[in-house]
């Protein structure tokens, strides 16, 4: 499988809650205790998604990150 590179958003929710998800796979979604802890399980969630869509042939293309942007207020 080709190396991609995908954004993760990583929320801080409590003082031990996080999530995660991915804005270019929709469905990716995952919540843990550390931030640790959510960035294993948004990367295997990650390879199963894609091991998903290869073994389907649904991809077309691969997902590409055209850019992102912090905003300060």
């Given at each position: 499988m080709a190396q991609t590179e995908y954004l993760i958003i990583v929320e801080k929710y409590g003082p031990r809650a996080y999530g995660?998800?991915?804005p270019e796979l929709p469905g990716i979604g995952v919540a843990g205790k550390t931030e640790d802890e959510v960035h294993e399980l948004v990367a295997d969630a990650?390879?199963?998604y894609l091991e998903e869509y290869d073994r389907d042939d649904a991809r077309t293309e691969n997902p590409v990150v055209v850019n992102h942007y912090t905003v300060t207020i």
């Open positions: 995660a998800y991915v990650i390879r199963l």
